[in-house]
T-cell receptor, first 113, second 110 residues
Framework: KAGVTQTPRYLIKTRGQQVTLSCSPI?????VSWYQQTPGQGLQFLFE???????NKGNFPGRFSGRQFSNSRSEMNVSTLELGDSALYLC????????????FGPGTRLTVL | QKEVEQDPGPLSVPEGAIVSLNCTYS??????FMWYRQYSRKGPELLMY????GNKEDGRFTAQVDKSSKYISLFIRDSQPSDSATYLC??????????FGTGTQLKVEL
């Protein structure tokens, strides 16, 4: 079974721009979660989508948003990029129930100049 | 105080050593405990998942949970250079929101 895939793997943007990242979950998985990983803050939860609805949300500003499509694929968007948004953005998928194991993709490394 | 505390290391051990990695947490609602391994420039990979106090063993890895002390550990026996990575504890109260420790960087030397 193919794992979680994320595109693109690397991105360079400038301050003020916006960016869209994509995640394809493992086949059959309906829950997709997004995390931001930085050296200073570690891995932090952004949000989770299930059946095209946001089910959980972390403590990030409204510039960070996401959506999920009917095939469970998910996108996250960051608007008005700031230097501090430079990070590895990780997507994780799980089957359905909250306690199901989350499997991570390789991440998208975003650099904001 | 962070909800999950983890010694960032780095931790350097000789090949064959027993490694002990630890996390403490503050929220009693946390019930599900995971250990992930992350190699450089890769996503985290699940190693162990447990939800009850006590020990769970899988090959060279043992996960230990003490809910009364809010303390979890991962032991690696007969450590190998290929175990060199960052180890993250991830904890949840049941929703799909994992709270992670900052990760412990481990280096196993020949």
């Amino acid at each position: 079974k193919a794992g979680v895939t994320q595109t693109p793997r690397y991105l360079i943007k400038t301050r003020g721009q916006q960016v869209t990242l994509s995640c394809s979950p493992i086949s059959g998985h309906r829950s997709v979660s997004w995390y931001q990983q930085t050296p200073g803050q570690g891995l932090q939860f952004l949000f989770e989508y299930f059946s095209e609805t946001q089910r959980n949300k972390g403590n990030f500003p409204g510039r960070f948003s996401g959506r999920q499509f009917s095939n469970s694929r998910s996108e996250m968007n960051v608007s008005t990029l700031e230097l501090g948004d430079s990070a590895l953005y990780l997507c994780a998928s799980s089957l359905e129930v909250a306690t199901d194991t989350q499997y991570f993709g390789p991440g998208t490394r975003l650099t904001v100049l | 105080q962070k909800e999950v505390e983890q010694d960032p290391g780095p931790l350097s051990v000789p090949e064959g050593a027993i490694v002990s990695l630890n996390c403490t947490y503050s929220n009693s609602a946390f019930q599900y405990f995971m250990w992930y391994r992350q190699y450089s420039r890769k996503g985290p990979e699940l190693l162990m998942y447990t939800y009850s106090s006590g020990n769970k063993e899988d090959g060279r890895f043992t996960a230990q949970v003490d809910k009364s002390s809010k303390y979890i550990s991962l032991f690696i026996r007969d450590s190998q250079p290929s175990d060199s990575a960052t180890y993250l504890c991830g904890i949840t109260g049941g929703g799909n929101k994992l709270t992670f420790g900052t990760g412990t960087q481990l280096k196993v030397e020949l």
